[in-house]
């Protein structure tokens, strides 16, 4: 079964550095991985996917994602913070081909500080 | 395209009362799930629909609960007799059969 683990239920960053959200996953056959952000009180939007085309996926508000097969990892990234981007992210996964349902990890709250 | 529409957002209701949330799907998305999401956790998945049919339902689907989607569009998710585990954001999302998985805002159930 596939499944996902982020690193790091908080993390805290300035306004303008670097955000980095870590999600490993653990899948015997190379999965399809997804990030999600939760503004509080609301759903999910999904940020980008990763759907075995290139490694590199680019998402909207400037997050971009890698998935890196040797260190089964798909880490979310994004060269400078805004405040608006505090909210929670959440890494899933579903078998090849899209499957029928998503695993989501536990989350990570991002902090964005003046 | 309105998106997935959940109803209601919010409801408080008394242990052993039932309760009952709607989701209406983003139109011709043949897929229907529902997650449940407890503070600080990741969504869980509950079970899902292709068109009317219930396809798969998780373990964490008590008795108590049941889901319905007779006409293959909108869905229902019925909670009998709550109890103050049950308190949880509910989550409605739905997609074509292998796209993307589209969610609702979710509705929040507190039972006292």
């Known amino acids: 079964a596939q499944s996902v683990t982020q690193l790091g239920s908080h993390v805290s960053v300035s306004e303008g550095a670097l955000v980095l959200l870590r999600c490993n996953y653990s899948s015997s056959v190379p999965p399809y991985l997804f990030w999600y952000v939760q503004y509080p009180n609301q759903g999910l939007q999904l940020l980008l996917k990763?759907?075995?085309?290139?490694?590199l996926v680019k998402g909207i508000n400037g997050f971009e994602a890698e998935f890196k097969k040797s260190e089964t990892s798909f880490h979310l990234t994004k060269p400078s913070a805004h405040m608006s981007d505090a909210a929670e992210y959440f890494c899933a996964v579903t078998p090849t081909g899209g499957g029928n349902k998503l695993t989501f990890g536990t989350g990570t709250q991002l902090k964005v500080e003046l | 395209d309105t998106g997935v529409s959940q109803d209601p957002r919010h409801k408080i209701t008394k242990r052993g009362q039932n309760v009952t949330f709607r989701c209406d799907p983003i139109s011709e998305h043949n897929r229907l799930y529902w997650y449940r999401q407890t503070l600080g956790q990741g969504p869980e998945f509950l079970t899902y629909f292709q068109n009317e049919a219930q396809l798969e339902k998780s373990r964490l689907l008590s008795d108590r609960f049941s889901a319905e989607r007779p006409k293959g569009s909108f869905s229902t998710l019925e909670i009998q007799r709550t109890e103050q585990g049950d308190s949880a954001m509910y989550l409605c999302a739905s997609s074509l059969a292998g796209d993307t998985i589209y969610f609702g805002e979710g509705s929040w159930l507190t039972v006292v």
């Open positions: 990763y759907t075995s085309a290139a490694t």
